[in-house]
């Protein structure tokens, strides 16, 4: 069985410029939730998706959008990059289905983002 | 709405030391309660989860945690500490059904010392 996996593991954009960052969750899973950690503080949920459309958004713009693939595979865009958005990207895999793990999320190692 | 409440970013022990973590909730729903760990430069790893039934509940690498629904609390317990138990804890709450949002507390650090 194979883990969330998340790349790149870093990354150095500069303001207002775009980013993807790519996520596959872990095997049997068809629910992808990212979450954004800056600095010294814990975890905020951005979006979930699940069944390939977004299922749940938190207190983040618009510039941060989202893909969930057939594979449930996943990405993360964030368009007009600004120095808060300096921070470490986590994804986090989970199974709706019931009779799989519906009870966890599993994360990966996360995409650390720099803005200059 | 939930939310998370950690008392204490920094916490202190000695090996072999007990260590307290803790962790009070706000929920309007059942919780389910959870604790990852995260090791410098990595992603969260899940300690131990509360859904229903047994409040005591067992996680890896000996610690435990108890859902004390009176209390509204789900602190995180080890008896004795290890060197390699030096971390960030985060608890987390979510609504019935693990796969719902995540909402974290603000994270404990915890420094073991000889």
């Known amino acids: 069985e194979t883990g969330v996996t998340q790349s790149p593991t870093h990354l150095i954009k500069t303001r207002g410029q775009q980013v993807t960052l790519r996520c596959s969750s872990q095997s049997g899973h068809n629910t992808v939730s990212w979450y954004q950690q800056a600095l010294g503080q814990g975890p905020q949920f951005i979006f979930q998706?699940?069944?390939?459309?977004?299922?749940g958004r938190g207190n983040f713009p618009p510039r941060f959008s989202g893909l969930q693939f057939p594979n449930y595979s996943s990405e993360l865009n964030v368009n007009a990059l600004e120095l808060d958005d300096s921070a470490l990207y986590l994804c986090a895999s989970s199974s709706r289905t019931s009779g799989g793990d519906t009870d966890t999320q599993y994360f990966g190692p996360g995409t650390r983002l720099t803005v200059l | 709405a939930q939310s998370v409440t950690q008392l204490g970013s920094h916490v202190s022990v000695s090996e072999g030391a007990l260590v307290l973590l803790r962790c009070n909730y706000s929920s309007s729903v059942p919780p389910y309660l959870f604790w990852y760990v995260q090791y410098p430069n990595q992603g969260l790893q899940l300690l131990l989860k509360y859904t229903t039934g047994a409040t005591l509940v067992k996680g890896i690498n000996g610690f435990e945690a108890e859902f004390k629904k009176s209390e509204t609390s789900f602190h995180l317990t080890k008896p004795s500490a290890h060197m390699s138990d030096a971390a960030e804890y985060f608890c987390a709450v979510s609504k019935s059904g693990g796969y719902n949002k995540l909402i974290f507390g603000a994270g404990t650090r915890l420094a073991v010392h000889p």
């Open positions: 998706y699940y069944r390939e459309e977004e299922n």
